[in-house]
């Protein structure tokens, strides 16, 4: 799970999909709020880029392997 909240492409991706699913909507109020969802995933994969590139880690962070 921490792998996706620091990959800026898993939220840049999640902002694309709304965005597509909101142009789908006819009601105006809910169309506005997918696009609302839209604009936080995008901050969400700013501050992800952030943080890797602040932390000066990996892109993606793996778990420790458990095989021998």
Do not use: Q
């Not at 996706?4 to 694309?16: K, N, S």
């Amino acid at each position: 799970m921490l792998e996706l909240l620091t990959d800026p492409m898993h939220w840049h991706f999640r902002a694309e999909e709304a965005r597509r699913l909101a142009e789908k909507i006819d009601d105006p109020a809910a169309k506005a709020a997918k696009y609302e969802m839209a604009d936080k995933y995008e901050r969400l994969a700013t501050r992800a880029r952030e943080w890797v590139n602040r932390a000066n880690v990996p892109r993606f962070i793996k778990s420790p392997s458990t095989a021998p």
